[in-house]
């Protein structure tokens, strides 16, 4: 239940028309998630593909076999 209420804000350099560069990978996650307290392994973290688009995303985190929290993560501009 802890898990499930975060939300992280991810800010990352974009250029012209709101284009990223780069990504948000379950490893950028799992940093988030490292900062926040929880030890959680990258590969508990259920990111089919990287983060490539500005704003709001849901990413499931595989806490045990029968139990997984969705986390919220946000990607802005960064200042």
């Not at 939300?7 to 490292?34: C, H, W």
């Amino acid at each position: 239940a802890r898990i499930g209420g975060l939300r992280f804000v991810a800010p990352r350099k974009v250029g012209e028309n709101d284009q990223m560069y780069g990504s948000v990978t379950n490893g950028d996650i799992a940093d988030l998630l490292k900062a926040k307290g929880f030890d959680i392994d990258r590969r508990k973290i259920l990111l089919p593909d990287a983060l490539k688009t500005l704003g709001e995303s849901s990413v499931p985190v595989k806490l045990h076999r029968d139990v997984t929290a969705q986390v919220r993560v946000t990607i802005v501009k960064e200042a």
